[in-house]
């Protein structure tokens, strides 16, 4: 079983809708984690940490259930700009090293 | 201010060379990572640096991988006798310090390409 398992999508929605990610992770001994955007060819890049309390970032809610080991991303009233691969990453903590999920593909379409 | 950077942007090779690849992290960055990523895959750890010692290399596939950081800056990952399952995305990112709450923040990645 992979440490971080995501959808595997690829999501096709159109302009102005939600869309949701759900990811899994099976080491309870994680303790920070994240979801990074990336774009085509580009590098990863942090969209927002994700705290148990669950955090807002304008459109973008992100929510951890630690004792689910669930993380999830909400994407509201979505753009063209949001078009990019989603990654689910978990960091254990005792080596600082980044577990990345496989990546979930969003396509907003006009 | 400038990101992380990584050089070359592209590198095509044949089986069985050796290759050395850049990245120059953030100033003032302690912490340096190296991470894989094959097409349609998440990135994969290589190795991290906390200054110029690899604090953790458990993610190198094997002994043909290598990497140095010898002033605490610039490192190089360098690959011996390459095979075509290396080909990938070699990614680098560096932290403020090792933590697992700083983010650490990606170059452009070096992507390799074995024939």
């Known amino acids: 079983r992979k440490e971080v398992e995501q959808d595997p999508g690829p999501f096709n929605v159109p302009e102005g809708a939600t869309v949701a990610f759900n990811c899994t992770y099976s080491?309870?001994?994680?303790?920070?984690f994240f979801w990074y955007r990336q774009d085509c060819r580009k590098e990863p890049k942090l969209l927002m940490s994700?705290?148990?309390s669950g955090n807002e970032d304008g459109r973008f809610t992100a929510q951890l259930n630690r004792a689910s080991q669930y993380i999830s991303l909400l994407i509201r009233d979505s753009k063209l700009s949001d078009s990019a691969t989603y990654l689910c990453?978990?960091?254990?903590?005792?080596?600082?090293?980044?577990?990345f999920g496989k990546g979930t593909l969003l396509t907003v379409n006009p | 201010g400038a990101g992380v950077s990584q050089t070359p942007s592209n590198k095509v090779t044949e089986k069985g060379k050796y290759v050395e690849l850049r990245c120059d992290p953030i100033?003032?960055?302690?912490?340096l990572y190296w991470y894989r990523q094959s097409l349609g895959q998440g990135p994969e750890f290589l190795i991290y640096?906390?200054?110029?010692?690899?604090?953790?290399d458990s993610g190198l596939p094997n002994d043909r991988f290598f990497a140095v950081r010898p002033e605490g800056s610039v490192s190089t990952l360098k690959i011996q006798r390459t095979e075509r399952g290396d080909s990938a995305v070699y990614l680098c990112?560096?932290?403020?310090?090792?933590?697992?709450?700083?983010?650490?923040?990606f170059g452009p990645g070096t992507r390799l390409t074995v024939l």
């Open positions: 080491n309870s001994a994680s303790q920070s």
């Open positions: 640096f906390q200054g110029t010692g690899a604090a953790d």
């Open positions: 100033s003032g960055h302690t912490a």
């Open positions: 990112a560096s932290s403020l310090a090792a933590s697992s709450y700083n983010e650490q923040f």
């Open positions: 994700v705290y148990s």
């Open positions: 990453v978990v960091n254990r903590g005792s080596n600082y090293k980044l577990t």
